[in-house]
């Protein structure tokens, strides 16, 4: 059984579309995690979210939004894309998100190209 | 400039060599994570650390909080070792090292 699932891998669309990504855990974990990685393969965090508390990536423009129906699942959102939100986005989770000491499983990565 | 610093940008080396990974950073941190990410894109966590030393196989991963810097050594290198190696750390927020791409030749 897959641990961090997301779905669709890949995800073409036309500039000014609104699109989601799916993302699932079956580890029981309680904090979920969405990280971006460029063409320059450089990773960064967008959102951690545990059922206490979303932390939002204050340079993550509001086009994008983290939608959580339960403990095991975290969608992404995103409205109005750009040309620059091409990359390929992980999903991750970990037990507890505790200042992040604790090991994080990610997801397969969705590779979205705007076009 | 970058929270976290690694080196080598890129690194080719023979098969059976040692090899560093150098990791260091400017915030204050409760964690740094090493992770792997094979050419496909996957991406696994290969050490947590917030002291001392872990080791895990060939894999082992030291940290110097007064230094503020890591390492990752990897023993008796494979070409499966061949991917991106990145350096996480966990402060107020995460950041993340551009990454050390590593080759490793027969």
């Known amino acids: 059984d897959t641990a961090v699932s997301q779905t669709p891998k890949y995800l073409v669309t036309q500039m000014g579309n609104d699109k989601s990504i799916k993302c699932e855990q079956n580890?029981?974990?309680?904090?979920m995690y969405w990280y971006k990685q460029d063409s320059k393969k450089f990773l960064k965090i967008m959102f951690s979210y545990n059922n206490k508390e979303l932390i939002i990536n204050e340079t993550v423009p509001n086009r994008f939004s983290p939608k959580s129906p339960d403990k095991a699942h975290l969608n992404l959102h995103i409205n109005s894309l750009e040309l620059g939100d091409s990359a390929v986005y992980f999903c991750?989770?970990?037990?507890?998100?505790?200042?992040?000491?604790?090991?994080?499983?990610f997801g397969p990565g969705t590779r979205l190209t705007v076009l | 400039k970058n929270e976290v610093e690694q080196s080598p940008q890129n690194l080719t080396a023979q098969e059976g060599e040692f090899i560093t990974i150098n990791c260091s950073y400017s915030?204050?941190?409760?964690?740094l994570h090493w992770l792997q990410q094979h050419p496909g894109g996957g991406i696994v966590s290969l050490f947590m650390l917030s002291s001392g030393k872990k080791k895990h196989g060939r894999l082992i991963a030291t940290i110097n909080i007064q230094e503020k810097h890591s390492s990752l050594h990897i023993t008796a290198s494979h070409p499966r070792d061949s991917a991106v190696y990145i350096c996480a750390v966990a402060g107020n927020q995460f950041y993340f090292g551009t990454g050390t791409s590593l080759t490793v030749i027969p």
């Open positions: 991750a989770s970990s037990p507890e998100i505790a200042g992040g000491a604790y090991e994080q499983f």
């Open positions: 580890l029981g974990h309680d904090t």
């Open positions: 915030v204050g941190i409760s964690a």
